[in-house]
C-alpha cells in the first residue's frame, strides 16, 4: 500500500505527463507561432499592423493585428514549403519576407510611406472611386453609375483607375455592356473624360494624400478589430471565379467557380482542396447565351456558369446554373451530380431552400421567380410585374432575342443604346420564418413576396437604390443591403416599414455593399465592404457598426455565410481574378473572436529550434489552445 507521503512529489509530474499526452493526441489543436513585434524606424511599436504569414502552392494565409505595442502572435499556416512574411498597415511601406524561422521571436521594423504616389496607390479602391462620384451632381446618373460599374470587379483599383484614350473607353464600355453592365447613352458619352479628370494622377494623388502626415489620416482598426483573425486559402487558378461559397453541416467549405464551371471543396482543418467538373452537355462556351461572337473572357470555359449553392436538408447541394438554364444537385457522397432544366425563364440566379426542402431562385434575365421540389418533380416559373409596359414586353421577347443573337451579334447594339440598363433583375431571395419567399429586383428599386402555396406576387417598393441579396433575422425581419446606396435596411413585413443605416465606410456613399447575412444566434448582420477590401458588423440592439479590414487588396466579396463557432465566411470573386493583388481568387475566413496570444518581448537573436528557449516558447503555446492544461500547470 502507497503512503500518501509519496503523492505530493508524484503530482507534480502530473501535468508534464498530462501535458505530453495532450501533444500526441491533440495535435490539430496546437498552432505553432511566430513571436514578433512590430515598430518603426524609432522603435516605436505601430498598432493594428496586419502581419500575414503564407505557405504551399496553393498558398494558405494567416492575418492577425498587431496589438497597441505593437506585439503579436502570428499563426503559423499548415503544410510544406517555405514561409512567407508580409506586414502591412496603410501608411507604412509593406515589409515582405520569405527568410521566417518558425521559433524565432523577431523585430519587424516598418518605414513611413513618404511618397504620396506610393501611399495612394495602397489605398482601398473606393477612396479612387470617391473622386469620380463627387464629379457627379445629378444623383440619378450617380446612382446608375455605382450600380452598373461595380457590377463585376472592384472600381477605382489599380487595374480599373487608368487614364485612357477615347477609342480605348469605347472598347471598356462594349466589354462592359456585354458583361452586363450597361448604362444610359447620356452617361456613357460622359464616362470617358469623367474618369480620366478623377484618375489623372496630378489631381488624384494630391487629394488622396492631402493629410497624409496628420495623425487620424489612416488610424490603426480599433482594438476589438485587432483580436480578429482572416484565414485565407488560394482556390482555381488565375482564369477561375470563386463567386458564391457555402459551410456544410461537416466543416468542409463549397466554391462555384463561374468561369470554369468547377465545384470546389475545401476542408479547412487539412488544407485539402478538391474539384468536380460540373455536367457541360451539349451546350457551346457561353451555353444558352451564346453568340456568334467569341466568348467573353476569352479563356473561360464556361457553358453552364455555375452561380449559387445551398445545402438541402439531407446534405445534399443545390447549384444555379446559370449559363446553362438548369439547376443542379451534387450529392457530396458519391460526388455525383443530377441536373434540371428550367421550363422557362433565362439565367437562374440566387436559390434558397425552404423547410419543405423546395428550391426557390430567382431567375435574372427575364424577370422569374423560380421553384423546384425534388420531391414530388413540381416546378414552377412565376413572372414578375416589370415597371413599365415597355420592360414587360422586352422580358417577353427574350427567346426571340437570344434565337437572333446565334446569328447576329446584339450585345454591341444593346451596349450602345443602353438597353437593358434598367431591367428589373431578379436577384436576391430568402425564405421568411412565416414561409413567405422575398426577392429584390435590383434595377427596379423594389422588393416583392411570393405566397408559397397560391404564388401570387405582392411588390412592395424600396425607400433606397439597388437591392440586392437579402437575408432574414431569427425575429422576421428582412436585412437588405442598398448596393449603390451604401446603406443596409431592415424591413418589417408586418408593418411594411423600412428603416436604414449608412455604412461607416469613408467617404460615404463610396462602398457598395453587395451582399449581407444574418447570424441568426445573436441576429448580428455581417455585410460585404465590396469596394473596401472590408467586412463590416452591425449589432442592431446597440446600432454599431464594426469595419474588419481585409489582408488582400482588391477583395470583391459577393457571398457571406457562417460555420459552427461562428466565424464568417466569404470569397475573393473579383472578375477577372487578375485583378485580384496575388491575381488569384480566394476564399477566407474571418474568426471575430481570436483572441490574440500574449508575446514576450522579442529577443535580438532568434531561438534555435530543439534550444530548453524554444521548448519552454512551444508548451506555452499549446497551454495557450488548452484551457485544461493551462489550469494544472499554474502553480507547477
Same mark, same amino acid.
Given at each position: 500500500?502507497?503512503?500518501?507521503?509519496?503523492?505530493?512529489?508524484?503530482?507534480?509530474?502530473?501535468?508534464?505527463? %498530462?501535458?505530453?499526452?495532450? #501533444?500526441?493526441?491533440?495535435?490539430?489543436?496546437?498552432? !505553432?507561432? #511566430?513571436?514578433?513585434?512590430?515598430?518603426?524606424?524609432?522603435?516605436?511599436?505601430?498598432?493594428?499592423?496586419?502581419?500575414?504569414?503564407?505557405?504551399?502552392?496553393?498558398?494558405?494565409?494567416?492575418?492577425?493585428?498587431?496589438? &497597441?505595442?505593437?506585439?503579436? /502572435?502570428?499563426?503559423?499556416?499548415?503544410?510544406?514549403?517555405?514561409?512567407?512574411?508580409?506586414?502591412?498597415?496603410?501608411?507604412?511601406?509593406?515589409?515582405?519576407?520569405?527568410?521566417?524561422?518558425?521559433?524565432?521571436?523577431?523585430?519587424? /521594423?516598418?518605414?513611413?510611406?513618404?511618397?504620396?504616389?506610393?501611399?495612394?496607390?495602397?489605398?482601398? &479602391?473606393?477612396?479612387?472611386?470617391?473622386?469620380?462620384? !463627387?464629379?457627379?451632381?445629378?444623383?440619378?446618373?450617380?446612382?446608375?453609375?455605382?450600380?452598373?460599374?461595380?457590377?463585376?470587379?472592384?472600381?477605382?483599383?489599380?487595374?480599373?483607375?487608368?487614364?485612357?484614350?477615347?477609342?480605348?473607353?469605347?472598347?471598356?464600355? @462594349?466589354?462592359?455592356?456585354?458583361?452586363? +453592365?450597361?448604362?444610359?447613352?447620356?452617361?456613357?458619352?460622359?464616362?470617358?473624360?469623367?474618369?480620366?479628370?478623377?484618375?489623372?494622377?496630378?489631381?488624384? *494623388?494630391?487629394?488622396?494624400?492631402?493629410?497624409?502626415? !496628420?495623425?487620424?489620416?489612416?488610424?490603426?482598426?480599433?482594438?476589438?478589430?485587432?483580436?480578429?483573425?482572416?484565414?485565407?486559402?488560394?482556390?482555381?487558378?488565375?482564369?477561375?471565379?470563386?463567386?458564391? @461559397?457555402?459551410?456544410?453541416?461537416? +466543416?468542409?467549405?463549397?466554391?462555384?467557380?463561374?468561369?470554369?464551371?468547377?465545384?470546389?471543396?475545401?476542408?479547412?482543418?487539412?488544407?485539402?482542396?478538391?474539384?468536380?467538373?460540373?455536367?457541360?452537355?451539349?451546350?457551346?462556351?457561353?451555353?444558352?447565351?451564346?453568340?456568334?461572337?467569341?466568348?467573353?473572357?476569352?479563356?473561360?470555359?464556361?457553358?453552364?456558369?455555375?452561380?449559387?449553392?445551398?445545402?438541402?436538408?439531407?446534405?445534399?447541394?443545390?447549384?444555379?446554373?446559370?449559363?446553362?438554364?438548369?439547376? &443542379?444537385?451534387?450529392?457530396?457522397?458519391?460526388?455525383?451530380?443530377?441536373?434540371?432544366?428550367?421550363?422557362?425563364?433565362?439565367?437562374?440566379?440566387?436559390?434558397?431552400?425552404?423547410?419543405?426542402?423546395? *428550391?426557390?431562385?430567382?431567375?435574372?434575365?427575364?424577370?422569374?421567380?423560380?421553384?423546384?421540389?425534388?420531391?414530388?418533380?413540381?416546378?414552377?416559373?412565376?413572372?414578375?410585374?416589370?415597371?413599365?409596359?415597355?420592360?414587360? %414586353?422586352?422580358?417577353?421577347?427574350?427567346?426571340?432575342?437570344?434565337?437572333?443573337?446565334?446569328? %447576329?451579334?446584339?450585345?454591341?447594339?444593346?451596349?450602345?443604346?443602353?438597353?437593358?440598363?434598367?431591367?428589373?433583375?431578379?436577384?436576391?431571395?430568402?425564405?421568411?420564418?412565416? +414561409?413567405?419567399?422575398?426577392?429584390?429586383? @435590383?434595377?427596379?428599386?423594389?422588393?416583392?413576396?411570393?405566397?408559397?402555396?397560391?404564388?401570387?406576387?405582392?411588390?412592395?417598393?424600396?425607400?433606397?437604390? &439597388?437591392?440586392?441579396?437579402?437575408?432574414?433575422?431569427?425575429?422576421?425581419?428582412?436585412?437588405?443591403?442598398?448596393?449603390? +446606396?451604401?446603406?443596409?435596411?431592415?424591413?418589417?413585413?408586418?408593418?411594411?416599414?423600412?428603416?436604414?443605416?449608412?455604412?461607416?465606410?469613408?467617404?460615404?456613399?463610396?462602398?457598395?455593399?453587395?451582399?449581407?447575412?444574418?447570424?441568426?444566434?445573436?441576429?448580428?448582420?455581417?455585410?460585404?465592404?465590396?469596394?473596401?477590401?472590408?467586412?463590416? /458588423?452591425?449589432?442592431?440592439?446597440?446600432?454599431?457598426?464594426?469595419?474588419?479590414?481585409?489582408?488582400?487588396?482588391?477583395?470583391?466579396?459577393?457571398?457571406?455565410?457562417?460555420?459552427?463557432?461562428?466565424?464568417?465566411?466569404?470569397?475573393?470573386?473579383?472578375?477577372?481574378?487578375?485583378?485580384?493583388?496575388?491575381?488569384?481568387?480566394?476564399?477566407?475566413?474571418?474568426?471575430? /473572436?481570436?483572441?490574440?496570444?500574449?508575446?514576450?518581448?522579442?529577443?535580438?537573436?532568434?531561438? *534555435?529550434?530543439?534550444?530548453?528557449?524554444?521548448?519552454?516558447?512551444?508548451?506555452?503555446?499549446?497551454?495557450?489552445?488548452?484551457?485544461? #492544461?493551462?489550469?494544472?500547470?499554474?502553480?507547477?
Amino acid at each position: 500500500m502507497r503512503s500518501r507521503s509519496a503523492w505530493p512529489a508524484r503530482r507534480r509530474w502530473l501535468p508534464w505527463l %498530462v501535458l505530453a499526452s495532450a #501533444l500526441v493526441a491533440c495535435p490539430v489543436d496546437a498552432e !505553432e507561432m #511566430l513571436a514578433a513585434r512590430v515598430v518603426d524606424e524609432a522603435g516605436a511599436p505601430v498598432a493594428g499592423a496586419m502581419v500575414t504569414l503564407s505557405r504551399g502552392d496553393p498558398a494558405a494565409l494567416t492575418t492577425v493585428f498587431t496589438a &497597441a505595442d505593437g506585439r503579436v /502572435r502570428a499563426p503559423i499556416p499548415a503544410g510544406d514549403g517555405a514561409l512567407g512574411l508580409r506586414v502591412r498597415r496603410i501608411g507604412w511601406r509593406d515589409l515582405r519576407s520569405t527568410d521566417v524561422a518558425p521559433g524565432a521571436v523577431a523585430t519587424l /521594423r516598418l518605414e513611413r510611406e513618404t511618397d504620396p504616389a506610393a501611399l495612394a496607390a495602397s489605398l482601398p &479602391a473606393n477612396r479612387w472611386y470617391a473622386l469620380v462620384l !463627387e464629379r457627379i451632381h445629378d444623383e440619378n446618373e450617380r446612382e446608375q453609375l455605382v450600380r452598373q460599374c461595380t457590377y463585376c470587379h472592384q472600381q477605382g483599383s489599380e487595374a480599373t483607375r487608368r487614364v485612357r484614350p477615347e477609342e480605348e473607353w469605347g472598347k471598356v464600355l @462594349l466589354l462592359m455592356g456585354r458583361m452586363g +453592365g450597361i448604362v444610359s447613352p447620356a452617361l456613357r458619352a460622359e464616362i470617358p473624360q469623367l474618369f480620366n479628370a478623377a484618375y489623372d494622377p496630378t489631381t488624384a *494623388v494630391p487629394a488622396l494624400t492631402a493629410r497624409m502626415h !496628420e495623425p487620424d489620416f489612416a488610424p490603426p482598426p480599433a482594438p476589438e478589430v485587432r483580436r480578429a483573425r482572416v484565414d485565407e486559402w488560394e482556390l482555381g487558378g488565375r482564369a477561375s471565379m470563386q463567386h458564391d @461559397l457555402l459551410v456544410h453541416p461537416d +466543416g468542409r467549405v463549397y466554391s462555384v467557380d463561374m468561369e470554369q464551371d468547377a465545384l470546389y471543396r475545401l476542408d479547412p482543418a487539412t488544407g485539402r482542396r478538391e474539384s468536380w467538373q460540373l455536367p457541360q452537355g451539349d451546350l457551346p462556351l457561353g451555353g444558352v447565351f451564346a453568340t456568334t461572337e467569341k466568348p467573353l473572357p476569352p479563356d473561360t470555359n464556361a457553358r453552364v456558369g455555375p452561380h449559387s449553392l445551398q445545402v438541402a436538408p439531407d446534405g445534399s447541394i443545390w447549384i444555379t446554373l446559370a449559363l446553362g438554364n438548369q439547376l &443542379a444537385r451534387f450529392d457530396p457522397k458519391t460526388g455525383r451530380f443530377e441536373t434540371h432544366a428550367l421550363r422557362w425563364g433565362y439565367y437562374p440566379h440566387t436559390l434558397r431552400l425552404d423547410r419543405r426542402g423546395r *428550391v426557390w431562385y430567382t431567375i435574372a434575365a427575364s424577370n422569374h421567380v423560380g421553384m423546384y421540389d425534388p420531391a414530388t418533380g413540381e416546378s414552377q416559373e412565376i413572372r414578375l410585374p416589370a415597371p413599365t409596359f415597355g420592360q414587360d %414586353v422586352t422580358m417577353r421577347l427574350l427567346p426571340a432575342f437570344l434565337w437572333l443573337g446565334r446569328h %447576329v451579334d446584339l450585345r454591341d447594339v444593346a451596349a450602345e443604346r443602353g438597353e437593358g440598363a434598367d431591367v428589373p433583375i431578379p436577384y436576391g431571395i430568402d425564405v421568411a420564418p412565416d +414561409g413567405g419567399v422575398w426577392f429584390s429586383q @435590383l434595377n427596379a428599386h423594389r422588393i416583392g413576396r411570393v405566397d408559397p402555396e397560391s404564388f401570387a406576387v405582392e411588390i412592395v417598393d424600396t425607400p433606397f437604390p &439597388a437591392p440586392r441579396r437579402m437575408r432574414f433575422d431569427s425575429q422576421g425581419q428582412l436585412w437588405i443591403p442598398s448596393f449603390s +446606396g451604401g446603406k443596409i435596411a431592415r424591413f418589417d413585413p408586418a408593418t411594411r416599414q423600412f428603416r436604414t443605416w449608412e455604412l461607416p465606410i469613408e467617404p460615404r456613399g463610396s462602398d457598395v455593399p453587395y451582399a449581407l447575412n444574418v447570424d441568426r444566434t445573436t441576429d448580428t448582420v455581417w455585410i460585404c465592404g465590396t469596394n473596401s477590401d472590408t467586412l463590416i /458588423r452591425f449589432e442592431p440592439q446597440t446600432e454599431q457598426f464594426t469595419v474588419y479590414p481585409l489582408p488582400t487588396r482588391v477583395t470583391y466579396t459577393r457571398e457571406i455565410d457562417f460555420d459552427a463557432e461562428r466565424r464568417v465566411w466569404t470569397s475573393n470573386s473579383n472578375a477577372p481574378a487578375w485583378q485580384i493583388e496575388t491575381g488569384m481568387p480566394k476564399v477566407l475566413r474571418l474568426d471575430p /473572436r481570436w483572441a490574440p496570444l500574449e508575446a514576450p518581448e522579442p529577443a535580438t537573436a532568434e531561438i *534555435v529550434p530543439g534550444s530548453p528557449e524554444h521548448l519552454r516558447n512551444k508548451l506555452g503555446i499549446v497551454r495557450s489552445f488548452h484551457p485544461d #492544461l493551462e489550469r494544472l500547470t499554474k502553480g507547477r
